[in-house]
């Protein structure tokens, strides 16, 4: 069984070769229909044929992969613009007599616990939250010397430490801030896969975040999912539905989706609904 796996946040799934028409960036030129499912994102006239487009990383993840990169946008963007006010603030206090110096302390630490717990499936991304600790460290090392030169009223040496933290330490933040921001950005390129139950005509298109590569593997070394989801695992009877597998890769697991059944109603549930072309896309 030949299968193509694909990223979908932070996990991968896995589809047969022979569901598959075709692959094609994500424009978000989709067509948009009032609907109650969270994960429909619209409608794209593919080959001739009107096919609902959903969002697969809201079906596994409970969030689109689009808006998990907003929020750490934003988190970026808070983290970089919250360090320059307050460094603002400490500047004016350190150069300024009889007035109070303090580094906040709290919010400096509430950083540290950011960058430190940033976690990533990106690698790149990872690399660089993971080079915030140095400058961080220098900086606070560097407040640590103005303020005690403030205090002993080392006007002079204060100002050489200022100008230090600038040209150093906080530049480099500043970097780091913009490189993340930069890598969240360019990383994120998803595409729909239009899937197939006849083999030449198109039933759902998936969006996933990218294509990560095609195995071949046989049935037996894929681990049935019935005693997993029998056992009081939270899964919504739709995900349960389309679930098929359990697959080994190199450090972690895939799970084989059948893209015919992932908008399927249950049967027990639906059993007095006829069938027809229609049926399980809305």
């Not at 808070?78 to 360090?83: A, H």
């Not at 990560?212 to 995900?239: A, C, R």
């Not at 890769?249 to 895939?254: G, I, M, N, P, T």
Request: hydrophobic residues 35%; charged residues 25%.
């Amino acid at each position: 069984m030949e299968l193509i796996n694909f990223k979908v946040g932070c996990k991968t799934i896995s589809l047969k070769i022979l569901d598959i028409l075709l692959t094609e960036r994500f424009n978000n030129d989709l067509t948009t229909l009032p609907n109650n499912n969270k994960s429909f994102i619209g409608v794209k006239d593919y080959m001739e044929t009107p096919t609902p487009v959903f969002d697969l990383g809201i079906i596994l993840n409970g969030n689109s992969t689009e808006q998990s990169n907003k929020h750490a946008l934003e988190q970026l963007r808070k983290w970089q613009e919250s360090l320059e006010v307050w460094f603002t603030h400490l500047e004016k206090s350190l150069t300024k007599n009889n007035t109070a110096i303090s580094t906040n302390s709290t919010q400096l630490h509430n950083f540290e616990v950011f960058y430190q717990e940033f976690q990533t499936e990106n690698e790149d991304l990872q690399a660089i939250m993971e080079k915030f600790d140095r400058p961080f460290k220098s900086l606070l090392q560097t407040v640590d010397k103005a303020i005690k030169a403030s205090s002993d009223d080392n006007k002079k040496q204060v100002s050489k430490y200022i100008i230090n933290i600038k040209q150093n330490s906080l530049m480099q933040l500043n970097r780091l801030f913009e490189a993340a921001k930069e890598q969240i950005t360019l990383d994120y390129k998803p595409i729909i896969v239009f899937t197939t139950k006849d083999g030449s005509t198109p039933h759902v298109g998936l969006l996933v975040d990218k294509v990560e590569d095609n195995v071949d593997y046989k049935k037996e070394d894929i681990k049935p999912l019935d005693k997993l989801t029998e056992v009081g695992f939270d899964i919504d009877p739709q995900t349960k539905n389309m679930m098929r597998g359990l697959i080994k890769l190199a450090e972690k697991h895939s799970v084989l989706i059948d893209p015919s059944a992932i908008f399927s109603p249950v049967r027990a549930a639906q059993e007095d609904v006829q069938e027809n072309a229609a049926y399980g896309l809305f």
